[in-house]
């Protein structure tokens, strides 16, 4: 079994900052690319940000030069820094992993349970 659990979502007026913060736990045996994805009320789930294992990082275009993905190998956690909130990036933040399981030879994705982070005008 593998769970990612996703903490640090909130409230936060415009302007704000917040940190989202995902571990994996179980029977990890690699983990390749980690990141955040997230869902508005009505709309499709869009990647935020992804980060591989050596580092490289992806931004959605809305996000770049306000939030900052990385990552804690060793503590197999995901972290996404979100400063200058709008409300528009009010959603379900999602955390996803694209992993190898012990005795498994496949990677496979996982998703975390969600977070909510929703930013007042």
């Known amino acids: 079994q593998v769970q990612l659990v996703e903490s640090g979502g909130g409230l936060v007026q415009a302007g704000g900052s917040l940190r989202l913060s995902c571990v994996a736990s179980?029977?990890?045996?690699?983990?390749?690319?980690m990141g955040w994805y997230r869902q508005a009320p009505g709309k499709q789930r869009e990647l935020v940000a992804l980060i591989t294992r050596g580092g490289t990082t992806n931004y959605t275009d809305s996000v770049k030069g306000r939030f900052t993905i990385s990552r804690d190998n060793a503590k197999n956690t995901v972290y996404l820094q979100m400063n200058s909130l709008k409300p528009e990036d009010t959603a379900v933040y999602y955390c996803?992993?694209?992993?190898?399981?012990?005795?498994?030879?496949?990677?496979?994705?996982?998703w975390g349970q969600g977070t909510q982070v929703t930013v007042s005008s």
């Open positions: 996803y992993s694209n992993l190898i399981r012990v005795l498994l030879g496949t990677k496979t994705d996982y």
């Open positions: 179980g029977s990890i045996f690699s983990i390749y690319n």
